[in-house]
């Protein structure tokens, strides 16, 4: 079945690292997605990585993907207060894409 | 590009009333996405479009729920009658063609949502 998982909350202090977990379920998908939502509004791409990659740099972010395992986590160095915000994955068996539950990231000062 | 452009923003509306939400997706992309979130459910898949044909409904909970996609430009949500368990933001994304633009990867762009409030 179609199904992708994440903690619902993290709470770190500004300056730290953030890791934000996630399992999925379909082994199809050929691309793994990280979107970001801020309050009242909509979902935004951060970043993907395409299937057959271990890992993608992108600035302050890192994605690890762990295709045995079906596990995917997203780095964030250097934690501000504006990274607050909801984070989703997300995977796309048979062209549409499915998101986890989201988790909340809260950025202490 | 302006975005995907949603309507209305909010909508505070009482029982068993018609609730339409309409959605202008960026001008080129051939997807359509509607999405609900709430608080208990997260982000549920509604139904989406190719090409302006539905290719998956799976997601729309009831018959109370229909979406049409006239042409490539526009789509709405109905939800007749509403009732208080719709209160949601509803969502709707658009997509390019994958293949085209980075990659190949299905990039989403959303709509900035409405937010319906059944009494």
């Known amino acids: 079945g179609e199904d992708v998982e994440q903690s619902l909350f993290l709470s770190v202090r500004e300056g730290d690292s953030s890791v934000i977990n996630c399992t999925y379920t379909?082994?199809?998908?050929?691309?793994l997605y990280w979107y970001k939502q801020e309050p009242g509004a909509g979902l935004q791409l951060l970043t993907y990585?395409?299937?057959?990659?271990d890992m993608k740099q992108d600035q302050r972010l890192t994605v690890l993907l762990n295709k045995k395992d079906k596990h995917l986590s997203l780095r964030i160095a250097d934690t501000q207060t504006g990274d607050s915000a909801i984070y989703f994955c997300?995977?796309?068996?048979?062209?549409?894409?499915?998101f986890g539950q989201g988790t909340e990231l809260s950025v202490k000062p | 590009d302006a975005g995907v452009i949603q309507s209305p923003r909010h909508e505070v509306t009482e029982m068993g009333q018609e609730v339409t939400l309409r959605c202008k997706p960026i001008?080129?992309?051939?997807?359509l996405f509607w999405y609900r979130q709430t608080m208990m459910r997260g982000l549920e898949l509604l139904i989406y479009?190719?090409?302006?044909?539905?290719?998956?409904d799976s997601g729309m909970p009831e018959d109370r729920f229909s979406a049409k996609m006239p042409n490539a430009s526009f789509s709405t949500l109905k939800i007749q009658p509403s009732e208080p368990r719709d209160s949601a933001v509803y969502f709707c994304?658009?997509?390019?063609?994958?293949?085209?633009?980075?990659?190949?990867?299905?990039?989403?762009?959303f709509g900035a949502g409405s937010r319906l409030t059944v009494l």
């Open positions: 994304a658009s997509r390019h063609k994958p293949g085209q633009g980075a990659s190949g990867a299905n990039v989403l762009t």
């Open positions: 379909d082994s199809s998908s050929t691309y």
């Open positions: 990585i395409f299937s057959n990659m």
């Open positions: 997300a995977e796309i068996p048979g062209g549409k894409l499915i």
């Open positions: 001008s080129g992309h051939n997807s």
């Open positions: 479009f190719n090409n302006n044909v539905p290719i998956d």
